[in-house]
């Protein structure tokens, strides 16, 4: 079981990047997947997760309208599209995946993720 995400890199603010994390060892329409972050000095937050079995999904609100979450289930990998970012958005994002809940709401806390990728970091200038 393994998530590796891509996509980070430095932007103004304002500009956008897409982030993609590659699922292997289960499916992506198996169970909820998505994305935190944690800046400097501060606690991981959940940003966007989603089950693509019934397409439900959360965000944190800092970032609704902004960043959209969804899954490629033909590609078996999760992306995080992020328009309009901002200097606050700068952390290490992770992709993280709920593999112990097969039915329920998405889960929104740390605690129900126990997969987690690498991190990839995104760094936006002001």
């Known amino acids: 079981v393994q998530l590796q995400a891509s996509g980070g890199g430095l932007v103004q603010a304002g500009g956008s990047l897409r982030l993609s994390c590659a699922v292997s060892g289960f499916t992506t329409d198996e169970y909820s997947l998505g994305w935190f972050r944690q800046a400097p000095g501060k606690e991981r937050e959940g940003v966007a997760c989603?089950?693509?079995?019934?397409?439900?999904?959360w965000y944190t609100g800092s970032v609704k309208g902004r960043f959209t979450v969804s899954t490629d289930n033909a590609r078996n990998t999760v992306y995080l599209q992020m328009t309009d970012l901002k200097p606050e958005d700068t952390a290490v994002y992770y992709c993280?995946?709920?593999?112990?809940?097969?039915?329920?709401?998405?889960?929104?806390?740390?605690?129900?993720?126990?997969?987690w990728g690498q991190g990839t970091q995104v760094t936006v200038s002001s």
């Open positions: 989603v089950k693509s079995s019934d397409g439900s999904a």
């Open positions: 993280v995946a709920d593999t112990n809940s097969v039915s329920g709401a998405v889960p929104r806390t740390v605690a129900y993720y126990d997969v």
